[in-house]
């Protein structure tokens, strides 16, 4: 059994930058994970996504060039440092993990994860 714990979320301004973890418990060496993201009234959207036997990433087009996904093996954490923050960024956003040893962050990306954490607020105001 994976449990995830998101933390890091707050409210910050236009252009701040945050950086989200996640703490995983469980085994989860070689597995997909990733950081969703839900705002208010629109469905869920996959952020970014890396497969952690390789490190290969692979982001959506709306954050690609700000936002980084890093893990930390030894700590078992996944990280999403988000930079240059807009006020569409603004959303819950969700820690995920599959078992899938995926070889790419494209095939983790568009998985079915089955593992979520309960989610951290990004508030970003203009």
């Known amino acids: 059994q994976v449990e995830l714990v998101e933390s890091g979320g707050g409210s910050v301004q236009s252009g701040d930058s945050l950086r989200l973890s996640c703490a995983a418990s469980?085994?989860?060496?070689?597995?997909?994970m990733g950081w969703f993201r839900q705002a208010p009234g629109k469905e869920r959207e996959a952020v970014a996504a890396?497969?952690?036997?390789?490190?290969?990433?692979y982001y959506a087009d709306s954050v690609k060039g700000r936002f980084t996904i890093s893990q930390d093996n030894a700590k078992n954490t996944l990280y999403l440092q988000m930079n240059s923050l807009k006020p569409e960024d603004t959303a819950m956003y969700y820690c995920?993990?599959?078992?899938?040893?995926?070889?790419?962050?494209?095939?983790?990306?568009?998985?079915?994860?089955?593992?979520w954490g309960q989610g951290t607020q990004v508030t970003v105001s203009s």
């Open positions: 995920a993990a599959d078992s899938a040893n995926g070889r790419s962050g494209g095939f983790c990306y568009y998985r079915q994860f089955g593992y």
């Open positions: 890396i497969a952690t036997a390789v490190g290969s990433t």
């Open positions: 469980g085994y989860t060496s070689g597995y997909c």
